[in-house]
């Protein structure tokens, strides 16, 4: 296992469209977490998964975002009629269930919505 | 909404020289990370510091942690060109557990390292 794994690395979609992202944590990792990062700016928390059970969403997550962990394993995040201002970098982090422990963060999704 | 704030936003040093950055914070808290970014890659984990703790260190890293003025710093000795990085710091919340647990990173604007030859 060499780390979070996110696919794909960069995606090019029209407006209006629906993409979706794949995120492959460290399979010992229970939490799983997605944050977005537009340039110039620190990565902001979108949502996060214990295990399968998705605990907290930001309000940055709008309706038109859906993520899944299903059986606790890789995460998917969808975003339904994409918008340009959804153009950012998509980062996928996973780590173990201790509070005081590190994030181990994947190379993220980068999108551009033209 | 971001939690932290770095200071300063950019910082350019000769290689060799000490880097410090900064970073305060709003709330109270479980522990502080610092992170390092370089151009269009993922985070990495640089050093954790919780928040009964006052400083460490990790290699050529020096993190100290004063809760009382909400604020942390961040001090790379010696630098080198390969330094050259965005830096965040990233804080848990303390209080904000419920059910399973909650825990959320959240990240500060970072400060943008560059360390010439």
């Known amino acids: 296992d060499t780390g979070v794994s996110q696919n794909p690395r960069h995606k090019i979609t029209k407006r209006g469209q629906n993409v979706t992202f794949r995120c492959d944590p460290i399979?010992?990792?229970?939490?799983l977490y997605w944050y977005r990062q537009t340039l110039g700016q620190g990565p902001e928390f979108l949502t996060y998964?214990?295990?399968?059970?998705?605990?907290?969403k930001s309000r940055l997550l709008s309706d038109r975002f859906s993520a899944e962990r299903p059986k606790g394993s890789f995460s998917t995040l969808e975003i339904q009629r994409t918008e340009q201002g959804d153009s950012a970098m998509y980062l996928c982090?996973?780590?173990?269930?201790?509070?005081?422990?590190?994030?181990?963060f994947g190379q993220g999704t980068r999108l551009t919505v033209v | 909404s971001q939690q932290g704030e770095e200071d300063p936003q950019a910082l350019s040093i000769q290689e060799g020289e000490n880097a410090t950055m900064n970073c305060s914070y709003k709330?109270?808290?479980?522990?502080l990370q610092w992170y390092r970014q370089n151009s269009g890659r993922g985070l990495v984990h640089l050093i954790l510091?919780?928040?009964?703790?006052r400083e460490k260190h990790s290699g050529r890293l020096r993190v100290t942690l004063d809760t009382s003025k909400k604020s942390s710093s961040l001090l790379i000795t010696a630098s080198r060109a390969a330094d050259t990085a965005s830096y965040f710091c990233?804080?848990?919340?303390?209080?904000?557990?419920?059910?399973?647990?909650?825990?959320?990173?959240?990240f500060g604007k970072g400060t943008k390292l560059s360390v010439i030859p």
């Open positions: 399979s010992e990792h229970n939490r």
């Open positions: 998964f214990q295990n399968e059970a998705q605990l907290e």
């Open positions: 982090a996973s780590s173990l269930w201790d509070t005081n422990t590190e994030a181990f």
């Open positions: 990233a804080t848990v919340r303390s209080g904000t557990y419920s059910g399973a647990g909650s825990y959320q990173l959240t």
């Open positions: 709330t109270s808290i479980n522990n």
């Open positions: 510091i919780r928040s009964n703790e």
